[in-house]
């Protein structure tokens, strides 16, 4: 794994308090009719997720983001290697009662509506009657699910983005500590998305610990604390976006006027588009914007940039010969 924190952000983690630990955890698979080719899906994973953070667990498909969550979820047992959430090995019953979870393709009871299906999901939990009858409306509220109409009507009936949102609200149902998501907005519309995210958002506010697989990246950009990069079952970097991607220290700069030979001076990756010249600035801001007179041009503007996430993520995959998901 690429080393992208610096000593002062090891020595912050060191007093921060980790929810969610791995050391060296590994899964193989056997496969074939005789069961004698095996497949290597998460390959000595160590990673560390803190209280109240929200983590964002990246890669193309077939990379093992799901293998690495149901694993912490005690779903599929480990080849090898060790982990804990909340600090009880997992699988732990009790840790369990303090988690939530939406996977990525959810199964509903189609003939229930929404608030019965929370009152069967809040039965499992076994949670009190006179809890439940404030806890489900507030969770219709917090995912838009609060109306009338949408409480009597049965999960069939459901839009993509409202069985996601109600997946949300089961996942929230025993007011865990811990949530996690695999791909919460997969297939959704930008409306649906939006939804979710802001949804993620208010459980942030609450200080909760979130922890979702995806890989829409501009969706992760938004909300997401701290990310980690999994390709070929193999974390390959992790870290802030400050620290993975660098501070905002790049001016993208537009030009109207001036000579192209004058501009290459101070400008990289100059292009002439539109009547424009477009390009990052090399030198000093001041001294740049104190030479545009005498190349007569004119400063049209000049805005600190950073390379996305996508751009960042496509390069390290390509890297690394990966060129398509499995």
């Given at each position: 794994m690429d080393s992208v924190t610096d000593v002062s952000t090891q020595l912050k983690e060191t007093e921060r308090t980790p929810v969610v630990q791995t050391w060296n955890l590994r899964k193989v698979y056997r496969t074939g009719f005789w069961l004698n080719q095996t497949i290597e899906s998460l390959k000595a994973c160590d990673l560390s997720v803190y209280q109240g953070e929200t983590f964002g667990l990246l890669g193309p498909n077939g990379a093992g983001k799901t293998t690495l969550l149901k694993m912490l979820l005690g779903i599929v047992r480990p080849t090898s290697g060790k982990a804990v959430l909340l600090g009880r090995p997992i699988g732990d019953r009790a840790c369990k009662q303090r988690i939530g979870y939406l996977p990525e393709n959810a199964y509903f009871y189609d003939f229930l509506t929404g608030w019965e299906f929370l009152e069967f999901i809040a039965g499992v939990f076994q949670i009190p009657r006179s809890v439940q009858k404030k806890r489900i409306p507030e969770l219709l509220d917090l995912v838009g699910l609060a109306t009338s109409a949408a409480k009597k009507k049965q999960m069939r009936q459901y839009s993509k983005g409202m069985q996601q949102?109600?997946?949300?609200?089961?996942a929230l149902i025993?007011?865990?500590?811990?949530?996690?998501?695999?791909?919460?907005?997969s297939g959704l519309d930008p409306l649906g998305r939006y939804q979710v995210r802001e949804i993620i958002v208010s459980l942030q506010k609450q200080g909760k610990t979130i922890f979702f697989n995806s890989h829409i990246l501009s969706d992760v950009e938004q909300i997401c604390d701290r990310i980690a990069i999994l390709a070929r079952g193999e974390i390959i970097c992790m870290g802030s976006l400050d620290e993975i991607l660098g501070r905002a220290d790049i001016y993208q700069v537009v030009i109207k006027g001036g000579q192209e030979e004058e501009l290459q001076e101070w400008l990289t990756d100059l292009t002439w588009e539109n009547g424009y010249w477009y390009g990052q600035l090399k030198g000093d801001p001041q001294e740049f914007v104190a030479t545009l007179p005498r190349m007569n041009a004119q400063l049209l503007s000049l805005n600190l940039a950073r390379a996305s996430l996508e751009d960042y993520f496509i390069r390290q995959l390509k890297e690394r010969g990966i060129t398509s998901s499995r």
């Open positions: 949102r109600i997946g949300m609200a089961q025993n007011d865990p500590e811990l949530v996690f998501l695999d791909e919460p907005m």
